[in-house]
């Protein structure tokens, strides 16, 4: 899939979350890894390109066309990508297969026997097999974010969006997180991924942005934007990260 | 600390229920004088049942369409449904259905008292309702909607199947309150001589002057309406729980 971002702004009132930034990314690039300080515009650029939010200005091109414009068209397209947040994820009223299985039902067509099949396979390769029977309140946080996952991935999205999916996870937790999202990363998914792990940024990334003030201050090709930094900001910011 | 403070809450409670019933049973009653109204107390028992079911029934589905109103996103319809729950929660029941039935029942050339009292008291009821399902759905976190959009699902898929059934068991013990209020209120429609269980105590109270013989079957009458709506709203609640 090839991104092409022209000029794309994003306001709310006075604030500029996303201001004007432009970008290129060629079909290779299959993990684009989005960090920079929070209040940077890394969830609003998500959230663009995700179909979540109108921009303001400017446009998003996938594959040679534009992301629509229209409420009903952007669910069409919504429909397509996985979506996941740092948190809140999931339906608390509803259990953890239950949580994959509507979403497939209803918004995807899919027969009942069909849905509950597929959600099988992909907590089992979650290795969440054993809690599908439970109810959001009796899950782990990492646990629900592997629910999560594996409800964002079970139609076979085009695109994973992920929105600092271990932010508000303890370490042990956010490992078992991290472990799927770079296993998923091995098997060719294409994922937008916005994240303060910079290990796993580095070791994953096919080409890394560095986001703040709502503009791309630098971008780089694998981990040549943690080896050889190009601008200040970048340093200084990866130099305070990396130093605990 | 926390013993002695239960230790006296359960004294002070059980002394004070051991008095009014001492106070109640003790006192000289002449049963007989009632006798003959039996009939009619039981017959008014059922009008009171018979329209206070069917308000049920009226004012959730007033409540409903007062709170969609509300709720639709468009100006005008929820303005007007703002006005009219403003209104009928503002101003006394009993002007309420002076007005709905002398004047404007009258004017349409309208004669049923049972009709004309069940739509004011769906009418009223439902304004409160209308409030309590209200603050359901808007107490559903934004975390929710924003997950079914990026699922894919429609505005209504989202109503039906994330936030009316967690608003349910949020509104539930609310609206069990309102139905009991309901049933106690349809009392009122003695102003437009519905038959109900209040207007027959009064009566014959009036033919008899033993007013505690005519009127304590009220307390038994009301209470074996209301508490079983007690006992289902805490059966639902529990239907509904989700949280563990």
Redesign the interface.
């Known amino acids: 899939m090839s991104i092409e971002i022209n000029g794309l702004t994003k306001h709310y009132g006075a604030t500029r979350a996303v201001d004007g930034i432009s970008l290129v990314l060629p079909d290779e690039v299959r993990v684009l890894v989005l960090i920079g300080p929070s209040g940077g515009g890394k969830s609003t650029l998500l959230r663009l390109l995700?179909g979540?939010e109108i921009p303001t200005a400017g446009r998003i091109r996938m594959n040679g066309t534009d992301l629509p414009v229209t409420e009903e068209d952007l669910?069409?397209f919504?429909?397509r990508n996985g979506?996941l947040?740092q948190?809140?994820?999931?339906?608390?009223?509803?259990s953890a297969l239950e949580n994959i299985v509507?979403?497939l039902v209803?918004?995807h067509g899919w027969t009942r026997d069909e849905a509950i099949a597929r959600a099988g396979e992909v907590v089992a390769r979650f290795g969440m097999a054993d809690h599908v029977k439970k109810?959001p309140?009796?899950l782990s946080g990492g646990q629900q974010q592997r629910i999560a996952l594996a409800?964002a991935m079970a139609h076979g999205p085009d695109l994973l969006l992920l929105d600092e999916p271990t932010s508000a996870l303890d370490p042990e937790m956010k490992a078992e997180v991290l472990d799927i999202v770079a296993e998923l990363c091995e098997a060719g998914q294409r994922i937008i991924l916005s994240t303060h792990e910079m290990g796993f940024a580095r070791g994953c990334a096919d080409e890394v942005i560095f986001l703040a003030n709502g503009q791309l201050v630098e971008s780089g090709r694998g981990a040549a934007l943690f080896d050889s930094p190009q601008t200040e900001v970048v340093r200084t910011f990866l130099g305070r990260v990396m130093k605990w | 600390m926390k013993y002695a403070v239960s230790l006296i809450v359960s004294v002070i409670l059980s002394a004070s229920f051991c008095f009014v019933i001492w106070v109640v049973a003790t006192h000289e009653y002449r049963w007989e004088a009632i006798t003959p109204y039996q009939g009619n107390l039981l017959s008014g028992w059922w009008m009171t049942l018979l329209i206070s079911a069917a308000s049920l029934v009226g004012s959730v589905a007033v409540g409903i369409l007062l709170t969609a109103g509300q709720l639709s996103g468009h100006a005008v319809p929820s303005f007007l449904c703002r006005v009219f729950v403003e209104v009928i929660r503002g101003t006394p029941l009993l002007t309420q259905i002076l007005i709905g039935y002398y004047l404007i029942a009258n004017s349409i050339g309208w004669d049923s008292r049972f009709g004309v009292g069940l739509v004011i008291l769906s009418c009223f009821s439902g304004a409160y309702l209308s409030e309590i399902f209200r603050g359901g759905v808007e107490s559903i976190p934004k975390s929710q909607w924003l997950s079914a959009r990026a699922i894919g699902f429609t505005g209504l898929q989202t109503y039906r199947h994330i936030v009316i059934p967690q608003a349910i068991r949020r509104v539930l013990p609310a609206s069990a309150g309102q139905f009991a209020n309901l049933i106690k209120d349809s009392s009122l429609l003695f102003v437009i001589s519905v038959h109900e269980f209040t207007m027959q105590a009064r009566e014959a109270n009036a033919n008899t002057y033993a007013t505690f013989e005519a009127y304590l079957p009220l307390v038994l009458g009301y209470f074996l309406l209301t508490f079983p709506i007690s006992l289902l709203s805490r059966h639902l609640e529990n239907r509904f729980r989700y949280e563990h």
């Open positions: 995700g979540l669910r069409e919504r429909r979506f947040f948190s809140f994820n999931l339906f608390p009223h509803l509507l979403p209803k918004v109810m309140s009796e409800r």
